[in-house]
């Protein structure tokens, strides 16, 4: 009944509006194409950039539309790069395929922990997500013989791209390679949420109550979400195995987990580039602030997080919207 009415002529021009490509969108994504120029020196830094975004905007299709809150994303993402990590040190190291196993053996997780996550709510999600992640962190360091546990997973050998393009020390390759497949996942999931699938884990997320009265499939739509975004974290998993080229135990850890969802508060939930911005914002931050004190940069850290909790809800994305709006009725004000 919901997806009949979501799929009404009368409301398509609504989806149409919303899904255009808007200027400053297409800005957006030529900055990192002005920072490969600008910047040939940090792309390793870039890098993590792209696959920390790619992250977030995972968690932000559950979190931030769906209403889910997760404290063990780490699983899927963790998941996601020894899955990579051990394909290609089993001497298949060509990376897209590497991404497509990546993806599908996080996706069967998020699928197998689906039937739990739309059971519950609120603090017990919380609970089940983050045990989630603790028995697969926990897993991975008891199967030392597999993961390489507190060493790591070494002799991950990925094959050039296309069989030409070598992952070099600079980071030129794996910069491109990382913002290439993050535009890829962007354009699915922007198309997702600027569907009836991305409207109804909207109005799921507002009214929990009132959706399946109106014939929503709630517990479908959840589960489906949740397989998704773990799709998705895991690719940025195997991101990480690949161009690194190594796996530790730390991919699976809770702060892993804590890190993305600090990227996505800082960006804005629900907002589409809310973490893509957030986790710009804080690996560039982490990188300055660890140079500046390797200890005790999570407290520049933790002070940048209040600010913009206080002051600018709806994180940086929400602050600026404000901001524009304010300056543009000024403006009108004067005129």
């Given at each position: 009944?919901a997806e009949?009415?979501?799929a009404n002529?009368?409301?398509q021009p609504?989806f149409?509006?919303q899904a255009?490509w808007?200027?400053q969108e297409i800005a957006?994504w030529l900055l990192p194409?002005?920072?490969y120029?600008?910047?040939p020196?940090y792309?390793a830094l870039?890098?993590d950039?792209?696959?920390a975004a790619?992250?977030?905007l995972?968690l932000d299709?559950?979190?931030?539309?769906?209403?889910?809150?997760?404290?063990g994303h780490?699983?899927?993402?963790?998941?996601?790069?020894?899955s990579a990590?051990?394909?290609?040190?089993a001497?298949?190291g060509?990376?897209?395929?590497?991404?497509?196993?990546?993806g599908?053996?996080a996706g069967i997780?998020g699928?197998?922990t689906s039937?739990l996550?739309?059971r519950?709510?609120?603090?017990?999600l919380?609970?089940?997500?983050?045990g989630?992640?603790?028995?697969?962190?926990?897993?991975?360091n008891?199967?030392?013989f597999?993961t390489?546990g507190?060493?790591?997973l070494?002799?991950v050998?990925?094959?050039p791209l296309?069989?030409?393009?070598?992952f070099?020390?600079?980071?030129?390759?794996?910069?491109?390679?990382?913002?290439?497949?993050?535009f890829?996942v962007f354009?699915v999931?922007r198309?997702l949420?600027?569907s009836?699938f991305?409207?109804?884990?909207r109005?799921?997320?507002?009214?929990?109550v009132?959706?399946?009265a109106?014939?929503a499939?709630?517990?479908?739509r959840?589960?489906t979400?949740?397989t998704?975004?773990a799709?998705?974290a895991g690719i940025?998993?195997?991101?990480?195995a690949?161009?690194?080229?190594?796996?530790s135990?730390?991919?699976?850890?809770?702060e892993r987990s804590?890190?993305?969802?600090?990227m996505?508060?800082l960006?804005?939930?629900?907002?589409?580039?809310?973490?893509?911005i957030?986790?710009?914002v804080f690996?560039?931050?982490r990188?300055?602030?660890s140079?500046?004190?390797?200890?005790?940069?999570?407290f520049?850290m933790g002070l940048?997080l209040?600010?913009?909790?206080?002051?600018?809800?709806?994180?940086?994305?929400g602050?600026a919207?404000r901001?524009?709006?304010l300056?543009?009725?000024r403006?009108?004000?004067r005129?």
């Amino acid at each position: 009944m919901a997806e009949t009415k979501a799929a009404n002529p009368a409301v398509q021009p609504l989806f149409a509006t919303q899904a255009r490509w808007r200027p400053q969108e297409i800005a957006f994504w030529l900055l990192p194409i002005v920072a490969y120029v600008l910047f040939p020196d940090y792309l390793a830094l870039a890098r993590d950039v792209a696959i920390a975004a790619l992250f977030a905007l995972s968690l932000d299709l559950i979190l931030g539309y769906a209403g889910l809150v997760s404290l063990g994303h780490a699983a899927f993402y963790g998941l996601g790069a020894y899955s990579a990590g051990l394909l290609a040190k089993a001497g298949w190291g060509e990376p897209f395929s590497g991404l497509l196993v990546a993806g599908a053996v996080a996706g069967i997780l998020g699928l197998a922990t689906s039937f739990l996550i739309v059971r519950v709510q609120h603090l017990a999600l919380i609970m089940i997500t983050m045990g989630v992640g603790f028995l697969l962190h926990e897993a991975a360091n008891r199967a030392a013989f597999i993961t390489g546990g507190d060493d790591g997973l070494q002799g991950v050998a990925i094959w050039p791209l296309f069989g030409k393009f070598t992952f070099d020390l600079y980071g030129r390759v794996a910069f491109i390679y990382a913002l290439v497949v993050l535009f890829l996942v962007f354009l699915v999931a922007r198309r997702l949420i600027h569907s009836p699938f991305g409207l109804s884990l909207r109005g799921i997320r507002e009214n929990l109550v009132r959706m399946p009265a109106i014939g929503a499939p709630v517990q479908r739509r959840l589960q489906t979400a949740y397989t998704i975004a773990a799709v998705m974290a895991g690719i940025a998993g195997g991101l990480q195995a690949q161009t690194t080229q190594f796996v530790s135990l730390e991919v699976l850890s809770f702060e892993r987990s804590a890190d993305v969802l600090i990227m996505l508060v800082l960006g804005g939930t629900g907002r589409l580039y809310g973490g893509l911005i957030g986790a710009a914002v804080f690996i560039v931050a982490r990188d300055q602030l660890s140079d500046m004190n390797p200890f005790y940069w999570y407290f520049w850290m933790g002070l940048l997080l209040v600010l913009v909790v206080l002051f600018a809800r709806g994180g940086i994305i929400g602050g600026a919207e404000r901001i524009w709006t304010l300056l543009r009725h000024r403006i009108g004000g004067r005129t």
